[in-house]
């Protein structure tokens, strides 16, 4: 059964910094695609970025380019966001998600597991 494992979440202050980990296990890591998404209270879920399995390709929300950075160890079967530069608008549940064909993408019917969640809050 594959599972993912998302931690990393935390209080900080603007301009703080984070580093979210998805550890993913059951699966064969290298050929899934990974993607994070958060979801604010009284929000939709959005896609925040994801990296395929092959060329380990990524893209970033217009929201969060140039501040945060995703990235994958696949010895380790984790992918990581880093998030530098936080704002108070970045506070949400940030989820990450397995795509098994290994594209990912936006859309969150795309991917086939979901990680529970890890709270970001960014205050003052």
């Known amino acids: 059964e594959v599972q993912l494992q998302a931690s990393g979440g935390g209080l900080v202050q603007p301009g703080g910094s984070l580093r979210l980990s998805c550890a993913v296990s059951g699966s064969t890591f290298d050929d899934y695609a990974i993607g994070w998404f958060r979801q604010a209270p009284g929000k939709e879920r959005e896609g925040v970025s994801y990296i395929s399995s092959s060329d380990a390709s990524t893209d970033y929300a217009d929201s969060v380019k140039g501040r945060f950075t995703i990235s994958r160890d696949n010895a380790r079967n984790t992918v990581y966001l880093q998030m530098n530069s936080l704002k108070p608008e970045d506070t949400a549940v940030y989820y990450c998600?397995?795509?098994?064909?290994?594209?990912?993408?936006?859309?969150?019917?795309?991917?086939?597991?979901w990680g529970q969640g890890t709270q970001v809050t960014v205050s003052s």
């Open positions: 998600a397995l795509d098994v064909v290994g594209r990912g993408g936006w859309a969150p019917s795309r991917y086939n597991y």
